[in-house]
């Protein structure tokens, strides 16, 4: 024998059914709200984009401090040595908003990335080489090996976080 239940309309209903129903509901309802937060409505969204600028601020400082202290060794005036620090770091992040933009319009975006490659390229080893002038060259220490890897990251960080939060703004497939 099974279980029945009624329910105010007077139909009557197994057990099963019900839990089954019941089981349904809920999983609808939680992916709904799993996907309006993946869809960055509300605070989540804004806690998202929050991270991602305060990560790439501060990759692009590490950066920029780094490269321009380097650009004295190219032999500019000290006026205009915060330049280089300007056009490369910069660059990878206005480089990177243009490919979103490019990809977006469906437009060849070869030119871009090649931009983008360069740049970060020389971002990556303006990094590494003003901290192997800090360590004075000698690489006999973890802490010098791990500082040149560490500061020839920061710029493929800004570079990769650039990508994440451009995405997490204008690319509805991408929330």
Known sequence: MTDTLADPTGVIFEKEQIAVEHHSAFAD???????AVRSGIGWFMWLR???????????????????????????????????PAIFLDVAIIASTFAMVEFRRR??????????LAITTCLSVVANATHTLAYWKGD????????GIVFSAA??????????????LIFDPEAR
């Open 106 to 115: 469906d437009r060849y975006v070869g030119w871009g990335r090649a931009g």
């Open 49 to 83: 984009v929050s991270l991602f600028i305060i990560v790439v601020l501060a990759a692009l400082v590490t950066s920029f401090t780094s490269v321009y202290a380097m650009s004295s060794w190219i032999g500019i005036p000290p006026e205009v040595q915060l330049l």
């Open 139 to 146: 690489l006999s220490t973890y802490q010098a090996v791990i």
């Open 154 to 167: 920061i710029p493929l960080i800004t570079l990769l976080f650039t990508e994440i939060l451009i995405r």
């Open 29 to 35: 309802a939680m992916r709904a709200d799993f996907q």
